[in-house]
């Protein structure tokens, strides 16, 4: 996707330890314009590459949340969000895994109300960023649990130096990033 | 918004001591297509009510992100939301408030960078409940630290229960709410 290269090589800072800063259109302030663009391409490629009959976009919050939406609304289909801590709403059965924060270095478990995913959903994750790939881990234990149908994987970006998708060779579905960094000396770069 | 108040009556579920579980549209599974309406319709009445030139809208994460973000596409501005911890890429000058959650029991700081809000500004905050009003306040002193102008509140759903309202007064900007809940006799009731 031009433009999202085209910000990612303007606007995005290395700050070691493999945290990319893209603070200013896509995890902090979001650029509404580009990030509605970003959920029509998720959801091209997503269908493109075979993903079919999807009723459900997951993903987990926070900053999944806007390009789950944004695809969502390209595809016609609810959203739902894991929670990273159990709201006191949410009662009754919930699915839960855990994973951990490559960049605030915590154990976060991951929940899904038992009531908004189910044997008969056709699901697509989207998230952000596929970094180590064990937040996908934990939303792919998820929607497993769940017993759902997984359609498809969609992220704004990958981090290929993390080489998160060494974890999704066994994945039948397809794997999209619509960006794919990499850093070198300190400087993020396109692959 | 009709549609809005009919979803509430069929589907909101009193919790006690205030607590009103809409998970299956607007808190955990998010209905797209009503919550593009909502984005639409926040967007319809701030601009009535004299919201102008308004190019940034801010909210506070997790559930203010979807609304916020369909009120910035329907007002073509970008979204800015408050982080609940600070993120390890949010370095530099950083706007701080702290707000009590009356759901989750603790208090919790919400952080916006100074690179993302300044006297330049004019902003609309969008949340997706008002209740005891702690969060909007909260959200309404980072906005004042930053010298942006306020040009006006948005929420999905007011419980006026809670009386949030009160701390708006002196408020000269549009405060807009698309539903009023209260609760009578343990049930939610559209005022």
Known sequence: MHELDQRILAEAVYLGNGIVKLDSFLNHRIDTILMTGIGKELARLLLEGGASSVNKVVTAETSGIAPALTTAQALGVPMVFARKKRPVTLVGDCYQSSARSHTKGELATLHISGEYLS?????????????????????????????????????????????????????????????????????VVIR
């Open 119 to 187: 044997p008969d959903d056709r699901v697509v994750i989207i998230d952000d960023f596929l970094g180590t790939g064990d937040t996908a881990e934990a939303m792919l234990d998820l929607v497993e649990q769940s017993g759902a149908t997984l359609c498809g994987i969609g992220y704004v970006i990958e981090k290929v130096f993390e080489h998160g998708r060494d974890h999704m060779r066994e994945i039948e579905a397809p794997v999209v990033a619509l960006a794919r960094i990499d850093i070198e000396n300190d400087r």
